[in-house]
């Protein structure tokens, strides 16, 4: 009987307030679709760097003849020179830290650069002979590039040692950035959701100060006379926090592997179908907790007035 009495006062809440309680859900729906959106990033941030970071090579630029830097003076590296290289890389010393690596020739080397650069304007003035020859090296552990960088860098007829996963940490630094961007729009967004629903439950009380006032009267406790509105604003935030899963599933399913696998075509592994509800049940329970804090304490300062 008394939860029956609970949730009908809960209920004729709502009704009373509807505009303010479509606003509590809107704002609610807002703000976690970032939430969820800056979890889905850190996801894709993680995955891509497992895929990629594992990929990732340390390429031993040799010299050209137009070179200048490194350990070149406008002479193109010799056979020795490569193979002495190539002997480093066997070597016992270097051989344990590497899992596999393959010597990338003028020509290999052009035709990759055209395959890659095949409609930007400088892929007709660049020739075979003025791309570099490089060995291309897989490590069993991508952390332990300094090895081969301080090893091959004085090497003759080396002009650059370079571990490529320099290119991947400026790309995982801008999507780091867009989600903390979308972190701090989602704060902003949930205090204003806070005190939105503060704002409704203290609104809901004053409208029925006489209600309270009688339940007070006849031995009514606070935390009967709490509850109700507490289920108010965890029942707005509830419905809020639906859209929102419902939102990050379908960006997830229709923009993420819809357009962006069909466009990218990519082999990077993209979050899917089980990431999003993975963040869903993460929503509910974030817009819940809140909106059940902020309704209790708004509630708690009223009736103490």
Known sequence: ???GLILGEAGNGLRRNVSMVISVILVTFISLTFVGAAILLQMQIGQMKGYWYDRAQVAV???TDVDTTGNCSQAEATEAQIDAVRAQLDSGT????I?????ETHDQAFQNFQTQFSDSPIA????????????RVNLVDP???DVLIESLSGSAGVQNVEDQRGYLDQIFSVLNAASATAIGIAVLMLVAAVLLIATTIRLSAFSRRRELGIMRLVGASNRFIQTPFVLEGVFASFIGSLLAGAAIVGIVQFFVQGILVQTLQTTTTLVGLGDAL?????LIVVGALLAAASASVAISRYLKV
């Open 1 to 3: 009987m008394r939860l």
């Open 61 to 63: 630029y040799m010299c």
């Open 94 to 97: 270097l051989a344990p830290y």
């Open 99 to 103: 899992e596999k690596y393959e010597f």
């Open 124 to 135: 007709g003035f660049v020739t075979p002979e003025t791309l570099n020859e490089s060995f």
């Open 143 to 145: 952390n332990e590039a």
């Open 278 to 282: 993975t963040v869903v049940p993460i």
